[in-house]
């Protein structure tokens, strides 16, 4: 078992930076990749990002050059860095927990682990 736990959201407005963190309790953490998954309401839950075990990443277009995934294993938390906030990245955001280490999953269904979410709101 894996538990995820996220933190960092908030009100925020357009342009400014947040970062969200996921702390993971478990064992081999540093096995996982991990990725971040946003939900806004009355949409479906989107990939955002996610990280190898060894650090390789992978950005959704729609973010890219503006959000950074990172980690760090010897605080078992992985990292999600946003930088010029727009009103449309208000969503609550997930990260998760995939068991194939190497795999850059974009869909639900390939993360095992769900953590609680943690809603960022942009003002315009």
């Known amino acids: 078992q894996v538990q995820l736990v996220e933190s960092g959201g908030g009100l925020v407005q357009a342009g400014d930076s947040l970062r969200l963190s996921c702390v993971a309790s478990?064992?081999?953490?540093?096995?996982?990749?991990m990725g971040w998954f946003r939900q806004a309401p009355g949409k479906e839950r989107e990939f955002v990002g996610a990280i190898s075990w060894s650090g390789s990443t992978n950005i959704a277009d729609s973010v890219k050059g503006r959000f950074t995934i990172s980690r760090d294993n010897a605080k078992n938390t992985v990292y999600l860095q946003m930088n010029s906030l727009k009103p449309e990245d208000t969503a609550v955001y997930y990260c998760?927990?995939?068991?194939?280490?190497?795999?850059?999953?974009?869909?639900?269904?390939?993360?095992?682990?769900w953590g609680q979410g943690t809603q960022v709101t942009v003002s315009s």
């Open positions: 478990g064992r081999s953490f540093s096995r996982y990749a």
């Open positions: 998760a927990a995939d068991w194939a280490p190497l795999r850059l999953g974009i869909e639900k269904w390939m993360y095992d682990y």
